[in-house]
């Protein structure tokens, strides 16, 4: 890896720098990085980073192995027109872009170039990403392995057919905001039951880590490892049996399956408009 090109410096973008110089995937000064007019944030880049901040498009995308596509979604028809005369058939072009289509951005490219698509979450920033990719016929074994070893830098990788990267927006994609809203609820309960708010906090963090480790290293399923905490009238009984009462499972169930129909019905918009767009 000689050289990567990121077009955008979000937040996302900024841990994925992070976990790629941090790991020594590749040096800080051989990522290049742009964004549409926020010069300080590029700076601040470089100083924490080592990586080269820029408006130059030849500049950047002269013999860069991969292209990163990481501006907003509205933006990328005018990014990829930016960058278009820089392409060719050995680029390898990543998306970030929540509800962008492999297709939306082979039509706008008007060129066959391997495409990758990732669907990382926020927790790229402390290296804890729950990642997955899809690829366009084009992309080769090699590239698609490249990929997944930068996305490895910032936490899990997986490989999954790009029809189902709607499904893994509304699980994991969007997942960490389902949890975070579950930590307010339990803050608000530990209040309310006396305990000191950053007391509570601690308990519900460390609550968490290690029920989440419980489940990541043994074969028990969730199921029996809820039971064998649940004693016949005792205390987890009693609480679940409230959370049965409100189908809070139930409402679980529907909120992913919302956020999943929500990521299909913006790919499907955005697509329609990025066609509009060319015709006219």
Partial sequence: MKKIAMIGAGSMAE????????????????????????????????KLYGVNPTYNFEEMLQDANVI?????PKDVALAVKQIKPYLNH???????????????????????????RAMPNTSAAIGQSAT?????????????????????????????????????????GSGPAYIYYLIEAMEKSAVEIGLNGELAQKLIVQTLIGAAGMVSRTTKPPKQLRRE??????????????????????????????????????????????EKEKRT
């Fill in 90 to 116: 050995e680029t390898l072009l990543v998306s970030m872009l929540a509800g962008v289509s492999i297709k939306s951005i082979e039509m706008l490219t008007e060129l066959s170039v391997s495409i990758v």
């Fill in 68 to 72: 990163l596509l990481a501006m907003k």
């Fill in 15 to 46: 841990a994925l720098i992070s976990g790629m110089v941090e790991k020594q995937f590749i040096k800080g000064e051989q990522i290049w990085v742009t964004n549409r007019s926020d010069r300080e944030k590029l700076n601040r880049l470089h």
């Fill in 229 to 274: 905490v649940t004693s016949p009238g005792g205390t987890t009984e009693a609480g679940l049996k409230i959370l049965k009462e409100h189908q809070v499972q139930e409402a679980f169930i529907q909120c992913i399956k919302e956020a999943t129909s929500q990521s299909k019905r913006l790919g499907l918009t955005l697509a329609e408009e990025l």
């Fill in 132 to 172: 997955a990719l899809a690829a366009n016929s084009i992309a080769t074994e090699e590239q698609i392995n490249l990929i997944k070893t930068m996305f490895d830098t910032v936490g899990l990788t997986v490989y999954v057919e790009e029809k189902q990267l709607d499904a893994v927006t509304g699980l994991s």
